[in-house]
């Protein structure tokens, strides 16, 4: 059964004391792709932090909006303590959400970090850091992935390896939402774009 | 429910792994307790008057050592909005994350309580009721301590901010704590403070959490 | 009634209305403050016991009782603004942390000065006295947190949790000098025994409430012009606050 998709309508989004997007009005539906860009400071962030249900909007309505049980969420931040190793971490966020810990080290295989699955994750640099981070969206398989400049730290094998990812995700039906300075890569089926002019 | 033990067992295996980091309240502790002789002549009948006090306050500056890193690290990996965006209850992980804490910093410094008693020259009943008093007091003092982490976490300018939230709201915990220890040692009844010290602790451990979450959830907004 | 109450909480409105109301307290305040400080120095009689130094009284208890009250006040506000995140309610808490700060130390000075010469010692660690000065460490505790963040608003709802936590130490207060044995004296005003068997002389009384309405008013006063201030310095990129600033 597809998953309903995310209806956003008059959405307007504050950081500090101002309103950094207004009157905001779209709809992101199963196996869609949605690239909001814009320059730095246009409120990409604040904008999927308030759709991902980090914070709360200023005005406006969201419908559709995925549970805690639905949905990914990858700051810029990896969420991996560095004095654990990711095979340990990941196995954390499984335990946490009561999921079997048993996709953990094939998550970890996919995204070329078997060789480092036991090394503490203060050792590993950026982006293997980053791959790892990624391998939390594959040990919990979850529909609606929300991503905060994911390319970023990522090499040229680790961007392909998220477009990879990205597809797959909405070929099964996953909706994904990114923010990103840059453009996606190319060749990404399913991207429409929506841009956050300051 | 599995979501707090999860949190509870990555909270001891991160201090397993950083051993130095949870035994450093513990080092504190002993210093601060045992210099204080050093201070006193040994066996100045006013190191017994003083004894309550030193191992109390002792036992909250150590609290007050371990508080500050409860949330900050969480909050820097980025594990923190992980956490406040799962399914499980935020006050309930909050409990969990705490309980270790106290589990890791204080309970050493309660089993820890009878030496340090002896050592300062307390009789056996000040001695038990001093350790009953730190048992019944340090999960206040860990609890209010993660409440006003939690409050400066999300600070950018929180400076020495911390000490001067906590002082307040662990002042009565220390209060009575050392209360009961006076009286036992003056052989006076020493029921009623260590009454206040179970009613703080049912108040604590069950609000605060959710004060606590409430804070965190600010923090990361 | 409750429209009102909504309307009430847009900032400009809000900004307006204390405009209008603040003067007049303020003017209220000076007569009864006025008026009940005479009264107490010059037509209360002296004390059969304390002379004339129980005449502190006048300033001290309308300090203590406002430091008590403004808490309150900040907790019931922070639990509002916490509830329904409303920005009017962020800036009350936020500014009225110094003024009860202010009165919980004039509480502690005046009632130091009048320990001196009644139990002969400024200071005793009684339940009142400490738990009124875990009254002001609470009330730095807020100021110190509310400039300890660069956003204002994640700054005021800290603020208001450690109001609504602290608040418990209010009750604490008000009835440590019933719960424990206290040099302090007990409730004589603000009692059920007090209300119907007065403990004070009808002349002694009479100034001492009229400066506690002059005290109050004055704090609503004082309120209003720092919630004031707070807003226009929020709001400052709006269009109504620069239109106000330029006027």
């Known amino acids: ?198 | 429910m599995s979501a707090a033990v999860a949190v509870f067992r990555r909270e001891l295996l991160l201090a397993a792994r950083r051993p130095a980091e949870w035994a450093q309240p513990l080092v504190f502790y002993a210093i601060v307790a045992l210099l204080f002789p050093l201070g006193i002549e040994a066996h100045d009948p006013a190191l017994k008057v003083f004894a309550p006090a030193i191992v109390w306050v002792g036992a909250l500056l150590a609290a007050l050592l371990g508080v500050e890193r409860i949330f900050g690290g969480d909050l820097e990996d980025g594990t923190l909005e992980q956490l406040l965006l799962s399914d499980a209850p935020a006050p309930l992980l909050v409990a969990a994350k705490l309980g270790a804490h106290w589990l890791l910093t204080a309970l050493p410094l309660v089993v820890a309580a009878p030496l340090l008693g002896i050592a300062l020259g307390l009789e056996p009943l000040a001695v038990k009721v001093l350790t009953l008093s730190l048992l019944l007091g340090t999960p206040t003092l860990m609890f209010t301590g993660g409440f006003a982490a939690a409050l400066t976490v999300g600070a950018q300018r929180a400076g020495i901010l911390l000490p001067i939230l906590v002082l307040p709201l662990m002042t009565p915990a220390v209060i009575f704590g050392g209360g009961a220890v006076r009286a036992a040692a003056s052989g006076l009844p020493f029921d009623a403070p260590l009454y206040f010290l179970a009613a703080l602790l049912a108040l604590t451990v069950t609000l605060l959490p959710f004060a606590t979450a409430g804070a965190l959830r600010n923090a990361i907004e | ?247």
């Open chain 3, 1 to 247: 009634m409750w429209t009102w109450f909504h309307q009430l909480a847009s900032p400009p409105t809000f900004y307006r209305f204390a405009d209008v109301l603040a003067p007049w307290l303020f003017g209220l305040a000076v007569l009864l403050i006025g008026v009940g400080v005479y009264g107490g120095l010059f037509f209360a009689p002296p004390d059969y016991q304390q002379g004339d130094a129980f005449r502190i009284i006048y300033v001290h208890v309308p300090a203590a009782a406002l430091s008590l009250s403004i808490y309150t006040l900040m907790a019931v506000a922070g639990a509002v603004a916490l509830i329904w995140r409303m920005k009017l309610a962020e800036v009350a808490v936020v500014a009225a942390a110094p003024v009860g700060a202010s009165f919980t130390a004039l509480a502690l000075v005046t009632g130091m000065l009048w320990g001196k010469p009644t139990w002969g010692a400024y200071w005793v660690w009684d339940a009142r006295l400490t738990s009124e000065l875990v009254l002001l460490f609470l009330y730095a505790g807020v100021i110190g947190l509310n400039q300890a963040y660069s956003d204002p608003r994640a700054g005021a709802r800290a603020c208001a949790w450690l109001a609504l936590v602290g608040v418990i130490n209010v009750p604490i207060v008000h009835f440590s000098v019933t719960w424990w044995n206290s040099l302090h004296q007990g409730a004589s005003i603000l009692s059920v025994e007090g209300i119907r068997n007065p403990k004070i002389s009808g002349d002694m009384l009479w100034p001492l409430l009229v400066s506690l309405a002059g005290f109050y008013l004055f704090f609503g006063a004082v309120w209003l012009r720092r919630m004031q201030n707070e807003v226009l310095w929020r709001e400052r990129n709006a269009r109504w606050a620069q239109e106000t600033v330029a006027a």
């Open chain 1, 1 to 198: 059964m597809p998953i309903p998709s995310l209806q956003v309508s008059n959405l307007a989004v504050a950081r500090g004391d101002r309103n950094v997007v207004e009157a905001l009005g779209f709809a992101v539906a199963a196996g869609e792709i949605l690239h909001i860009r814009g320059r730095n400071g246009a409120g990409k962030t604040s904008l999927l932090e308030v759709l991902c249900g980090l914070r709360l909007p200023a005005a406006g309505r969201i419908e559709g909006q995925p549970d805690a049980e639905q949905r990914h969420w990858l700051g810029h931040k990896n969420a991996l303590n560095p004095a654990l190793s990711p095979d340990e971490n990941l196995r954390f966020w499984c335990a946490l959400s009561g999921h079997a810990e048993a996709d953990v080290g094939d998550a970890l295989q996919r995204v070329g970090l078997k060789a480092q699955r036991h090394r503490p994750c203060g050792n590993l640099s950026t982006g293997q850091r980053r791959r790892a981070a990624l391998a939390r969206l594959l040990a919990l398989p979850r529909p609606w992935w929300f991503l905060d400049e994911p390319l970023a730290g990522l090499d040229h094998a680790g961007i392909d390896l998220l477009a990879a990812l990205l597809e797959t995700h909405a070929r099964n039906g996953g909706a994904a939402l990114v923010t990103s300075h840059q453009p996606l890569p190319q060749g990404l089926a399913g991207v429409r774009t929506l841009e956050l002019r300051p």
